[in-house]
């Protein structure tokens, strides 16, 4: 879809599926995903959690143990969308409270590819070690 129109309505669903999970509307987001939907985020499995390619049924409940993460939702604000074929690039500020009391404030750079009007992939780029010491390290004395 590389129209006018198109572009556009790639973007909406961007918006739109950050829009319901910023909400906590899990089943509208999880509406805009493609039944083989990937989602990969960088790193080494063994070193932070959330490292490597995740199927639907991983990633349905990764995004639903937010709230148990961060108990007041995690605040996703688009700072910028570019979109260009089937893929729209995403530049987000997240921020949110654990719930440990730490602050998460993080910038995320996301590739969406989004076809038949579903999310089919996704590429997260985020501060892995500021997601690492939020959530996975013990807070240095």
Not at 19 to 28: I, P, S
Not at 51 to 69: F, H, I, K, N, P
Not at 88 to 101: C, D, F, M
Request: charged share 25%; no cysteine; glycine share 12%.
């Amino acid at each position: 879809m590389g129209d006018a129109a198109g572009l556009e309505a790639n973007k909406r669903i961007v918006v739109d599926f950050l829009g319901h999970f910023t909400a906590a509307r899990y089943e509208e987001a999880f509406a805009l995903l493609a039944s083989d939907v990937t989602w990969w985020m960088p790193g080494r499995p063994g070193e932070f959690a959330g490292a490597g390619t995740v199927d639907r049924s991983q990633l349905e409940r990764r995004l639903r143990g937010t709230r148990a993460r961060l108990p007041g939702g995690l605040d996703l604000r688009v700072v910028a969308l570019t979109a260009e074929g089937d893929r729209v690039a995403a530049e987000v500020a997240g921020h949110g409270t654990t719930s440990t009391g730490r602050d998460y404030t993080n910038e995320y750079h996301f590739v969406f590819v989004v076809r038949g009007g579903l999310i089919r992939s996704v590429r997260e780029y985020l501060d892995t070690l500021h997601a690492h010491l939020a959530f996975g390290a013990p807070a240095q004395g």
